[in-house]
């Protein structure tokens, strides 16, 4: 991409979007436009945190990796998201993985010029943090999830989730949900195992819960699932 491009792209993220031209230009001067191929790794864990990154195509797999090389999802990126949102204010190094689950183009933008104009531009410092307080209102809930609730319960809200996040709105209310993310990527993000989301997802289709069409795609009233947490 050039400058140009990395300006429209950057432009639609809410984090920029009230910027004006002069603001916008100071963070496209020091981004810079890649791409990663699928299956490869943009950062590893513990590598040295040094850039801040803005998807503008394909999607992204951010886990981390315990002692026993136990994966843990923490999250999939798509299109319009931006990560590691701790790299605005962490040292050291990135607290986990990023792998390229299809075709990337991303913007980078390196941490430490970010910074300086985070100091010279205060009402985007504002907006970083509003971000970040999404997130951590995200990972508050998520955490109450796995304490709150049991198995099944965090199942359901995972795909409520992932329904919101990832799915598409069908012309009756539904959500297709595709099949991006196999059994053993749902246990790793919520930290069970693959055969108690295989059984849990075989009732919830055999309670008519859920629906799956020829391609494997799950299919679901959100309302519904809702109704299961009462």
């Known amino acids: ?27 496209v001067d020091i981004s810079i436009s ?40 923490v999250a999939i990126l798509k299109k319009g998201e931006m990560f590691p949102h701790v790299g605005f204010f962490r040292k050291g190094g990135y607290p986990g993985f990023s792998e390229v689950l299809e075709q990337a183009s991303l913007v980078v933008v390196p941490i430490s ?7 010279d531009n205060p009402h ?13 209102v995200d990972l508050q809930e998520r955490l109450e999830a ?39 990527d749902l246990a790793n993000m919520i930290g069970t195992t693959r055969e108690t989301v295989s059984r ?3 009732k919830m289709k055999k309670d008519e819960l859920i629906l799956t069409d020829s391609n494997g795609n799950m299919i679901f009233d959100t309302d519904i699932l809702m109704d299961e947490l009462v």
């Open 1 to 27: 991409m050039d400058k140009n491009e990395v300006r429209s792209v950057l432009s639609k993220f809410s984090l920029f979007r009230d910027l004006d031209d002069y603001e916008l230009d100071k963070i």
């Open 34 to 73: 890649r791409e990663w191929k699928k299956n490869s790794h943009i950062f590893m864990q513990g590598d040295p945190l040094e850039n801040v990154y803005f998807i503008h195509e394909g999607k992204v797999k951010i886990y981390k990796s315990d002692a026993n090389g136990r994966e843990q999802i």
């Open 113 to 119: 010029q970010f910074e300086k104009v985070l100091v």
């Open 124 to 136: 985007l410092s504002i907006k970083v943090f509003k971000v970040l307080g999404e997130k951590i």
């Open 146 to 184: 796995q304490i709150l609730n049991n198995t099944y319960e965090q199942i359901i809200k995972l795909l409520i989730r992932l329904g919101e996040l990832h799915g598409e709105k069908q012309e009756d209310g539904k959500v297709l949900l595709k099949v991006d993310f196999t059994n053993k």
């Open 200 to 202: 849990t997802l075989t």
